[in-house]
């Protein structure tokens, strides 16, 4: 690693502990709120060798999976061990993706990383630059993993684990965004499900007119990806795949946020705010749609049973007359360059063994996430749970048309960047046009100076 690096791992280990600083992606709060009232499970840093049996290879595995998804991959881990006697994964709980990252930058700095871990869109590319993980394509063209499986793998989800014309990662825990639906509010004004933002507009100003004091729209306290969403939906590239075309100041992007902004102010949408994710309020009963991950089923579920309200989930609405089009949010699995030749091979199994049909399909029923592969989707066993769970079919069905957004190196400053400038105008009032302008020249200088 250069100089340069392992002085940025080091004054982030520093900030690290002045201050308890999230990521400010979207993978990091997901994986909050999937954390969110879980006790996460004893970590498991002290395995070692002496833990794998006989003459098995070693393979550590990093990951930041809590509660019943601790418990997911703790069995499929146990499942991979006992189908085989040539590796043994041990996997090792790290807490979230932000104390993940610090234990990725610390180990990179002390030379004593795992074998694999999950990793986030923002990651990559500077684990990438410093030669810290490994181009994939190699290994898994190897004997180890399955041609028939890579080849299986959903577009969109393939598209996102590709850097500079690498794969350097195989997506693992994938979600996208969907809309929560309050039935009983759409029944009470006798409205269709919303296709359109459109008809999410007409809705809240019908409701306000009867004085119901109800949201028609609830998103969570960042709107980044519903924002982004939006202005591919309106024709924007926000930011193209070859990083050529930064549009995130143009009209065509700029409208979906002062939609939003026009909302917040009429008062028929709202934002998390204090309640810090939208499933409570949603699960309340107090808006009657709401723009989220589908891997927060398992947190609206309790609140809306408790309340009594009956609710289902929908594909995205589309604004601007555009295509549908949701985005790829969640982790993926990424071997890194300090593993020996064997045990790179045994990550290669582990995860071919993670993406075989029913074992992504099993991961996927037991977290809300969705399976990786066309074949994991249309297995018998998924196919039965979407019939018998249907709120969970709106997300399988946006894996046909789901994208990733580019990844770049930087992409931690750009978010940073894209978060100041979000709360700029939500909280401080900042005009959008001007400010989303701003970011766009700021965007584009991240994107020339580190690439």
């Known amino acids: 690693m250069n100089k340069k690096f392992l002085l940025g791992l080091m004054l982030a280990m520093f900030v690290f502990v002045l201050a308890a600083c999230g990521n400010s992606s979207e993978e990091s709060t997901e994986s909050e709120e999937e954390a969110s009232g879980d006790e996460a499970v004893e970590t498991t840093e002290d395995a070692s060798e002496d833990e794998a049996s006989g003459d098995k290879t070693t393979v550590t595995f990093w990951h930041a999976m809590n509660g019943p998804h601790q418990e997911a991959i703790t069995e499929l881990t146990n499942n991979f061990n006992e189908s085989q006697d040539e590796f043994e994964v041990v996997e090792q709980n790290q807490g979230d993706y932000s104390t993940l990252n610090q234990s990725i930058m610390a180990s990179g700095v002390s030379d004593d990383l795992p074998t694999l871990a999950q990793a986030t869109a923002s990651n990559i590319p500077d684990w990438a630059s410093n ?9 898994l063209a190897g ?27 195989v ?49 969570e306290a ?72 589908s891997a927060g089923l398992s947190h609206v579920e309790p609140g809306a049973e408790e309340s009594g309200i009956s609710w289902s989930t929908a594909e995205l609405p589309v604004y601007g007359g555009g295509e549908p089009l949701t985005l790829l949010a969640g982790n993926d699995l990424t071997v890194f360059s300090s593993a020996t030749d064997e045990e790179q091979e045994g990550a290669a199994a582990f995860m071919n063994f993670l993406l075989q049909p029913e074992n992504t399909a099993e991961w996927a029923m037991a977290t809300g996430y969705v399976p990786v592969t066309n074949e994991g989707i ?3 066993v998924y196919q039965t749970y979407l019939e018998e769970n249907p709120n969970t079919a ?50 584009t200088q991240i994107i020339e100076e580190n690439n």
């Open 131 to 139: 030669d810290l993980i490994v181009p994939l394509d190699d290994l």
């Open 143 to 169: 004997e180890n993993f399955d041609q028939e499986v890579l080849d299986d793998i959903i577009p969109g989800f393939l598209e996102g684990v590709s850097y500079q014309d690498q794969m350097m990662a």
């Open 171 to 219: 997506p693992f825990a994938k979600s996208v965004r969907i809309m929560y639906v309050n039935d009983d509010i759409l029944e009470e004004y006798d409205a269709e499900v919303p296709a359109s933002f459109e008809d999410i507009q007409a809705l809240g100003e019908e409701m306000q007119a009867a004085g119901d004091d109800r949201f028609a729209l609830g998103l």
């Open 222 to 293: 960042g709107v980044e990806m519903e924002l982004e969403t939006m202005a591919r939906q309106n024709g924007a590239e926000w930011i193209s795949d070859d990083l050529s075309t930064v549009d995130i100041g143009e009209e065509n992007a700029t409208e979906p946020m002062q939609y939003i902004v026009d909302g917040i102010d009429a008062g028929w949408a709202r934002t998390a705010g204090e309640d810090g994710f939208m499933s409570g309020p949603f699960g309340r009963g107090d808006v009657a749609l709401y723009l989220g991950s």
């Open 378 to 380: 249309n297995t018998e």
């Open 394 to 443: 709106a997300a399988a069905a946006e894996t046909e048309y789901a994208i990733a957004s580019p990844m770049f190196a930087g992409s931690g400053e750009y978010r940073d960047a894209m978060t100041q400038a979000q709360d700029a105008i939500l909280i401080d009032g900042a005009e959008v046009t001007e400010t989303m302008q701003n970011l766009q020249e700021e965007t």
